[in-house]
């Protein structure tokens, strides 16, 4: 991971950089860094309902359960919509 002083990418990112994002989100929710911009420039903004992405406004809920994880990075200005669920009873945390 690279420093942010001169970061300016355009776009969303790539495949592996959404994996990238995942993992640190199920490894620390509390620190996730940006696969470009490094550390403490990623923020956690929601947890919506998965199946209100899309055509019409996401839906808040509590992240528990099914829900999709809403990240922003103040340097690079991207952000990204990771889905989650969780196994009934306890299970592990799984990216859909």
């Known amino acids: 991971m690279g420093d942010n002083s001169d970061v300016t990418p355009k776009g969303a990112w790539s495949g592996a950089d959404g994996l990238a994002l995942t993992l640190a989100y199920l490894e620390d929710p509390s620190s996730v860094p940006c696969p470009t911009c490094g ?7 929601d947890f919506v309902d998965p199946t209100s992405l899309g055509d019409r406004p996401p839906v808040r809920v509590s992240p528990e359960g099914d ?6 990075c103040h340097a690079c200005e991207r952000a990204a919509a990771i889905r989650l669920s969780q196994e009934p009873h306890g299970g592990h945390r799984e990216a859909a």
């Open 67 to 72: 829900y999709a994880v809403i990240l922003y």
């Open 39 to 45: 550390s403490e420039t990623v923020e956690v903004v």
